[in-house]
């Protein structure tokens, strides 16, 4: 199974919107709304941000939106903040009954 | 609060078999509404799921590792665990497991990881 594409990286100054895309096909991204996205801090564990497309985990916050349109889901970071910099990373289920990663993105807040 | 540990040898020989276990606390492993995983990061690169595993002892492999994967549950200690054999030096990676909703699929919560390096 092919990793899913993201960019390697997006940056946006303080109080921004970015969007990070995330490209599947029509067996994973393109077929299910089971599309996760998880943020990672240097030296830390991965973190739930988004699940089902667009449902944010209670704490979140409601700054982290998500969305899909045909084989491409994708996280829109709005009012960004310095702490939000770091790596964010899609997920997907697969018709082959497995999950599969994008490569990545690191966020930069300028 | 469900947490998830991680515990193993942080070395492995090339051509030896890597052993993980994850500790399960705050929660039952035994949940049909969940699915048990592992996921592995090599030092700078991205996440790559390994492989997932549910209580009733179904599991699902990544397909470029399942001939060297192997995850089981021991639903009486709340752990499961992963034997990945033959291992290389690309196989050097910190490992993460985590909690799979079995409706949402997504990973929460995640364990704090740990480092395994492949090397003589």
């Known amino acids: 199974q092919s990793a899913l594409t993201q960019p390697a990286s997006v940056s946006g100054s303080p109080g921004q919107s970015i969007t990070i895309s995330c490209t599947g096909t029509?067996?994973?991204?393109?077929?299910?709304?089971?599309v996760s996205w998880y943020q990672q801090h240097p030296g830390k564990a991965p973190k739930l941000m988004i699940y089902?497309?667009?449902n944010r985990p209670s704490g979140v916050s409601n700054r982290f939106s998500g969305s899909k349109s045909g084989n491409t889901a994708s996280l829109t970071i709005s009012g960004l903040q310095a702490e939000d910099e770091a790596d964010y990373y899609c997920?997907?289920?697969?018709?082959?009954?497995?999950?599969?990663f994008g490569g990545g993105t690191k966020v930069t807040v300028l | 609060q469900l947490q998830l540990q991680e515990s193993g040898p942080g070395l492995v020989k090339p051509s030896e078999t890597l052993s993980l276990t994850c500790t399960v606390s705050?929660?039952?492993?035994?949940?049909?509404?969940?699915?048990w995983g592992w996921i592995r990061q090599p030092p700078g690169k991205g996440l790559e799921w390994i492989g997932s595993?549910?209580?009733?002892?179904?599991?699902y492999y990544n397909p470029s590792l399942k001939s060297r994967v192997t995850i089981s549950v021991d639903t009486s200690k709340n752990q499961f665990s992963l034997r990945l054999s033959s291992v290389t030096a690309a196989d050097t990676a910190v490992y993460y497991c985590?909690?799979?909703?079995?409706?949402?699929?997504?990973?929460?919560?995640w364990g704090q990881g740990t480092l395994v390096t492949v090397s003589s």
């Open positions: 029509s067996s994973d991204v393109g077929d299910y709304n089971f």
């Open positions: 997920s997907s289920y697969t018709s082959s009954s497995t999950w599969v």
């Open positions: 595993i549910h209580y009733s002892g179904s599991t």
């Open positions: 705050g929660g039952s492993i035994s949940s049909s509404s969940y699915y």
């Open positions: 089902e497309v667009s």
């Open positions: 985590a909690r799979q909703g079995a409706g949402t699929t997504s990973c929460d919560p």
